[in-house]
């Protein structure tokens, strides 16, 4: 891995199934856990994200201990989801899958894609309405127990317009173009097929 630069992270509950739990008593599992692995693997939480079957964060690990500390989140958020929901068979279906954002842009791309997962999903009209994101506690809309690192990219500019460059959806075509540069080890969009140009993502906020 690359200490250096921060990455996406996401796993997906077992054959896409539901948790079995009510989200809000997932979102507590994985914030108490999120908080011991921040401070106990020195693990840099810039976002998290639940999911109905799944979640995304973007954390970075300057000791280099990505995967110690996510194999750890896994195995005991999993366990904790277990005991509760009376359940014995793997709760996660997969490993993690990491994507490393070495670039400021390819942060910002993550960054809308991963908060705009609700939207898009029809959970709520807003980014800033759900309530199983960290942005929901960011904004002191509820309490946030998850260490989350400086914001700067939401709060060092306008909130308001912030906001609403998180509301305003992207093209299909762009929202693509990230989702498939997600699942690649190092996150690089692609270049047009007509031409050697590059990915207009690549240059712009979209």
């Known amino acids: 891995m690359q200490p250096d630069f921060p990455y996406h992270l996401s796993a997906r509950s077992n054959g896409k199934d539901w948790f ?3 989200t809000h008593i997932v979102w507590e599992i994985m914030s108490e856990y ?20 799944h979640f995304h964060m973007i954390a970075s690990f300057p000791d280099g201990n ?10 005991e958020t999993s366990r904790a989801i277990g005991r509760y929901s009376n359940r014995i068979n793997h709760v996660f279906g997969a490993r993690t899958f990491r994507s490393c954002l070495g670039d400021q842009r390819y942060f910002e791309h993550a960054y809308k894609y991963t908060y705009r997962n609700p939207v898009e999903a029809a959970l709520c009209a807003r ?15 509820s309490h946030e127990i998850i260490p989350v690192e400086e914001d700067t990219l939401m709060f060092d500019r306008n909130v308001t317009e912030n ?18 540069a997600l699942k690649h080890p190092n996150f690089k969009l692609p270049h047009h097929k007509s031409s050697k140009r590059r990915h207009p993502l690549e240059s712009n906020r979209y």
């Open 20 to 22: 079995a739990l009510e």
């Open 66 to 75: 990505l995967s110690a500390a996510m194999n750890y989140l896994m195995r």
């Open 127 to 141: 980014v800033e309405e759900y309530p199983f994101s960290t942005l929901h506690g960011l904004l002191g809309l």
């Open 163 to 180: 906001l609403e460059w998180l509301n305003h959806a992207p093209s299909k075509e762009n929202r693509d173009a990230i989702r498939r």
């Open 34 to 53: 999120l908080h011991f692995v921040h401070h106990s693997f020195n693990a840099r939480i810039h976002l998290f994200v639940l999911m109905d079957n």
